[in-house]
């Protein structure tokens, strides 16, 4: 990694929303994690309290009593008990807890809001281990003097559900009063903002390699800066644009899963200078790593049980040349899933996965896995989930990832007087790459085959057809990977 690195945390000026310090090499040597600048959601979208109430700002104490909340919050937290807030460590390491305050904005989401509820911070602890240098450890506990009660709170991932929820590839989110845009001067938002992204393989994680997201190739980060084990990469693409955690957002919530089974699974902790950068991703603590910590601060964890669904029915699996997207549908029997996960496991065992929303029955989702390589052969399989139960594996299908078109089908076909024969057909698309050719042959023995092109509306006429003969008849769609065919029909001309 080159270049210098921020740490997510927000220092004041006296006049304005200003950032200071905090700026490390890549060495990490001149690190200031203590009160660096912190980052807000480049390129994200205003957020709604309704989705993150568990969502709280970390302020110093006597600027909020001078200048208000807004320009004396530099990090985020997350809530996990009434009284207990998640953040990073170098947000609050070398702070007393009578220097800080805790902001939960209420329904607004706004740190200048009439409904923010104050509580002042009776503890810090931080992780013992805590390495300001490598930024391992980057994690804390603050406790409160007072309930911010009726406010519901997160759950931080165990390590069973971070495997599924913090997988490689897995969407995940984050949201923070850090600031909108790349660099200095640093513009902060009155409203929360939040970011949809991806986590990285550990390839690109600790590996050193590059990882592409929606067409964006983004550099990775080698073993010398991140140790996968206790830290994840996760960055995002909007409208073209990398989506990131920047200078404010330190300390906040990266969450995994939807409904009742979302869960905490990082923690913004530090990232490239320029926020958005391909250069690199932004880098959060792995929580699940530090389970034990947590619980020993007396974090509560959610284990209430919960009846596992059946599995789902894969129904199909459609392929580009750097992607797959499978069609998904519950069980008729057992509970109904809120969330579809769906996993491609590549020859050499790595995993990458997808999550979508469950629709009523007996409606189909589709779910879709970016950044696979072309050529490869990859098991994909599908479980259903409530909350965090999850159903078994549905059956394993194998899928070449190689770009060929979606396999087209007839749905009408009809025979004609003077030799002619109709067809309408469907599911003619290219999956990433043009059609080049859209035909209709039908064959039978002994006479030549005869072909049409697939026209407007899908539909095609097969001329010159013999009277009386039986011919098998199949659409042929091409893109510049290769042909895929439909199943045959079988007609007798007139």
């Not at 969330?339 to 997808?354: H, N």
């Not at 002619?420 to 080049?436: I, K, S």
């Amino acid at each position: 990694m080159n270049g210098t690195v921020r740490q997510l945390t927000a220092a004041l000026a006296l006049a304005a929303v200003m950032v200071s310090g905090g700026l490390a090499t890549s060495s990490r040597a001149a690190a200031q994690p203590d009160n660096g600048p912190s980052p807000r959601v480049v390129n994200g979208k205003q957020g709604s309290m309704a989705e993150w109430p568990f969502l709280v700002a970390i302020a110093k104490k006597s600027t909020f009593e001078t200048q208000g909340f807004l320009v004396a919050q530099f990090c985020g937290g997350t809530l996990v008990s009434d009284t207990l807030v998640v953040t990073a460590a170098h947000c609050v390491r070398g702070r007393k807890p009578a220097d800080l305050v805790v902001g939960a904005p209420g329904p607004s989401g706004a740190l200048s809001g009439l409904t923010l509820q104050v509580r002042d911070v009776t503890a810090i602890e931080v992780y013992p281990g805590y390495n300001p240098r490598s930024f391992a450890g980057d994690i804390a506990v603050i406790t409160l003097d007072l309930p911010l009660a009726g406010i519901p709170t997160l759950s931080p991932a165990t390590a069973d559900e971070a495997k599924t929820l913090a997988a490689a590839r897995a969407t995940v989110r984050v949201a923070g009063w850090g600031a909108t845009n790349k660099t200095e001067p640093w513009k902060f938002p009155d409203i929360f903002r939040t970011g949809d992204l991806t986590v990285f393989p550990k390839s690109s994680c600790g590996g050193g390699k590059d990882f592409v997201i929606d067409g964006i190739t983004f550099s990775g980060y080698g073993p010398s800066d991140v140790d996968p084990a206790a830290m994840l990469c996760a960055d995002g693409v909007r409208n073209g644009r990398p989506v990131d955690a920047c200078v404010g957002d330190s300390g906040g919530p990266l969450v995994g899963g939807t409904g009742d089974g979302r869960r905490l699974v990082g923690i913004v902790s530090w990232g490239l200078e320029v926020c958005g950068s391909p250069r690199g991703p932004g880098v959060y603590t792995r929580v699940s790593t530090y389970a034990d910590f947590l619980a020993a601060a007396g974090v509560p964890f959610d284990t209430d049980p919960v009846d596992r669904p059946e599995p789902p029915q894969l129904l199909r699996v459609n392929t580009t040349p750097t992607s797959l997207t499978a069609v998904v549908r519950g069980s008729s029997e057992g509970p109904q899933p809120d969330t579809y996960a769906v996993t491609a496991q590549a020859p050499d065992g790595s995993i990458s996965e997808c999550t979508v929303p469950a629709p009523a029955l007996p409606q189909r989702a589709r779910c879709t896995i970016d950044g696979l390589v072309t050529g490869s052969t990859y098991v994909v399989t599908a479980r259903s989930l409530v909350g965090t139960a999850a159903s078994d594996p549905s059956a394993p299908v194998e899928v070449l990832v190689d770009g060929l078109p979606a396999r087209p089908r007839i749905q009408e076909h009809a025979a004609q007087p003077g030799g002619t024969a109709t067809f309408r057909v469907v599911n003619l698309r290219g999956n990433g790459a043009p059609l080049l050719s859209k035909t209709v042959e039908c064959a039978a023995t002994s006479r030549p085959t005869r072909s049409a092109a697939i026209g407007a509306g899908g539909r095609a006429t097969v001329e010159r057809l013999r009277r009386g003969t039986e011919y098998s008849c199949v659409a042929i769609v091409a893109n510049e990977y290769g042909e895929n065919r439909s199943k045959p029909v079988s007609l007798v001309a007139r």
